[in-house]
């Protein structure tokens, strides 16, 4: 700790390895608690490491403190609370109602995570890669944890797939579509609300995605343009 005062570099320690190491364990915790159930629970040391595959503990406090410097420390209204909060502002108020857009706002992500969970994956990378997708990637009014997918599937971040073979006179679409290649990492994490795969260790990959930089796929793109 960059501190020259014995006091502070004792506080943060302790700050970190009690509140903020504890609160972050048990987030891990919770996301896994499905693999608590009597029917998939295979021992204490099985349920850890599944946790620790799920998401590491230092990705989890990356992913609250980018939250919590988006949000400037401010904890976002909640939804029941606007309207009503609107609702008692003055008659000839301009900024009537201003208090309604937190709540407004976070119905639209909501939306637009459930469209997310039912859409094909092509619509879904075009959908999170327009302005509305963005907003949703880089919103704190909704929950963005790390959660275990049944299966291992390409991160949305760091991944993209080319073919090696162009279509030739000489060559079949078959044969072009067996030249596919695959670049990136695989993960068994993803985030439930954008309801893609993202790595979570020893990678800035969820952390990027909920910045909204561009995608390894979008560079790709851009880079081979025509």
């Known amino acids: 700790m960059g ?9 943060l320690s302790l700050l970190y390895h009690g509140v903020v190491s504890n609160s972050a364990h048990l987030a891990r915790v919770t996301m896994n608690a499905v693999f608590l159930d009597a029917d998939t629970y295979k021992g204490m040391k ?21 939250s919590m410097l988006q949000q400037q420390g401010v904890e976002a209204p909640a939804a029941a609370a606007a309207p009503h909060r609107a609702a008692q502002a003055p008659a000839g108020n301009n900024n009537a109602g201003l208090d309604d857009r937190p709540a407004a706002l976070k119905r639209k992500h909501l939306a637009l995570s459930a469209t997310m969970n039912k859409v094909s994956g092509k619509k879904r990378r075009r959908l999170l890669c327009e302005t509305d997708g963005l907003e949703l990637r880089k919103s704190c009014l909704v929950a963005h944890l790390p959660t275990p997918a049944p299966k291992s599937r390409w991160c949305f971040q760091c991944s993209y797939s080319y073919t090696a073979t162009p279509k030739t006179d000489d060559n079949t679409w078959e044969e072009v579509r067996r030249s596919r290649k695959m670049v990136g990492r695989r993960s068994s994490s993803r985030c439930g609300t954008c309801n893609v795969h993202l790595c979570t260790r020893k990678t800035t990959c969820w952390t990027d995605f909920h910045e909204g930089k561009q995608t390894a796929a979008e560079g790709f793109l851009n880079d081979n343009e025509v």
């Open 3 to 11: 501190s020259k005062d014995w006091q502070e570099a004792v506080i």
């Open 46 to 66: 099985w349920f850890q490491d599944r946790a620790r595959q799920s998401s590491s503990i230092k990705s989890i406090i990356e992913s609250v403190a980018v």
